[in-house]
């Protein structure tokens, strides 16, 4: 448990050093959601219908943006060579450096929902909504990210290689997430989309460290 | 007393035969020099001994401890071509994590470690400022602290100064004289005494 945590506090260090890895995913969201308004339509009645749609998509793409990160400059410098020689167990490694992603995209997109939810007049049920979803399926764009990461590692310019593995397997949370908070805005009952959302958390919290400790084995050869 | 035993090793990479059937066996206290030229499979070997690489055939065994194994992992330190370090951390900070993945040291020792090493003063220097010699020192520092029993060092003196290379040799011979081993590749003239050579 120690090695977690130690790995998880080298992460936050390079990180935080290094601000801009951080800020530019970050960015991306806010800019991106702020524009929809300007191109559809500042219009309350229109924005609140589609808000929980765009704030989503753009958290997708801006923990989509950050994935490349998360194991490549460990891969290029040499760090991955050493965990994986290490007798610790990879896949507790893996998920120290998934719970240091989240913290630093999946927690700020979390922290920023409302203010975006506000922005485009999304109602205060739609906003607490939007949040729970954020919360509970944040974590799993981060697990399920690192698959994808950590298969393309080696291969130089893939960001679009990562969307291709990787978008496919966001559409579920995309599609339950969204549909939760336009059901709570009419005040219909959610609780199917949220255990739909626990349950994909569960299963990938489960089993993409594993899977992204072969598929790293698999680059690292 | 322990032995390191290679039996039957091949190593193909894409359309070439690195090596084949190569067997093999350290004792307690050996140094071994592998030796080759450019592309001859030195590199592939270690990764293989390191449990990076997946070996196509034969076997590999620490004290009855198969490759890959946590017991076998645990008594063995790979030092590859690359630094390992992270621009972005202190040379104190790097060595922290890098000696925690094979066990925890105390942060006197590490200090200790970088003085030994001739980095006394650069404990709080982010590794971005450092030199490829002093790179390089950092992580030899963190192979020195650990109490791994088989050093696996690829190209060990690799943009060291005469007076690195010589702290290396002797730490090398230090730690086999208490009971480890080593197995090294190097391109260089090494002054090493008791080397064993296998040429691939």
């Known amino acids: 448990m120690n090695i977690y945590l130690q790995t998880l506090s080298r992460d936050l260090r390079v990180a935080l050093r290094n601000p801009s890895s951080i800020l530019n995913p970050l960015l991306f969201f806010i800019i991106s959601v702020s524009l929809f308004p300007l191109a559809i339509s500042p219009e309350a009645a229109t924005l609140s219908q589609i808000a929980a749609g765009i704030i989503w998509v753009a958290s997708m793409l801006a923990v989509l943006l950050s994935l490349n990160a998360l194991f490549h400059h460990d891969f290029d410098n040499g760090v991955l060579e050493q965990m994986v020689t290490s007798h610790h167990s990879l896949p507790l490694l893996i998920l120290s450096k998934i719970t240091a992603h989240w913290l630093l995209t999946g927690v700020p997109i979390i922290l920023l929902s409302p203010l975006l939810g506000v922005f485009l007049f999304l109602d205060e049920e739609g906003i607490k909504v939007l949040m729970m979803t954020l919360l509970l399926a944040t974590p799993s764009l981060s697990l399920i990210g690192s698959i994808g990461a950590s298969l393309i590692v080696g291969i130089k310019n893939s960001g679009m290689l990562l969307s291709l593995l990787i978008l496919p397997l966001y559409i579920p949370i995309l599609i339950f997430a969204s549909s939760a908070v336009s059901q709570a805005q009419f005040g219909l009952d959610i609780s199917g989309q949220l255990y739909f959302l626990a349950m994909f958390l569960v299963l990938s919290l489960m089993s993409a460290p594993f899977v992204s400790a072969i598929a790293l084995k698999i680059s690292l050869e | 007393m322990s032995s390191f035993v290679i ?88 060595l922290e994590f890098l000696s925690a993945l094979n066990q925890p040291v105390k942060r006197d020792s590490l200090i200790q470690a970088l003085v030994d090493i001739g980095l006394k003063g650069y404990e709080d220097e982010y590794c971005a400022n450092l030199s490829a010699g002093q790179k390089r020192r950092v992580i030899l520092a963190s192979l020195f602290v650990s109490n791994a029993k088989v050093w696996l060092l690829d190209e060990p003196f690799t943009a060291l100064d005469p007076k690195g290379v010589e702290i290396v040799e002797n730490r090398i011979t230090q730690h086999c004289t208490n009971g480890g081993l080593c197995l090294f590749t190097t391109h260089q003239d090494s002054a090493l005494p008791n080397q064993r050579m296998i040429s691939l």
């Open chain 2, 7 to 94: 039996n039957n090793l091949s190593c193909q990479r894409g359309y070439n035969q690195l090596f084949s059937d190569l067997s093999f066996r350290v004792e307690t206290g050996e140094i071994l020099r592998i030796t080759g030229a450019n592309g001859s499979g030195k590199t592939s070997l270690l990764k293989i001994l390191a449990g990076v690489n997946i070996h196509e055939q034969g076997s590999i065994e620490l004290d009855q401890h198969r490759v890959k194994s946590d017991e076998y992992q645990q008594e063995v330190f790979y030092l590859g071509h690359q630094a390992a370090l992270s621009a972005e951390l202190t040379s104190l900070e790097n």
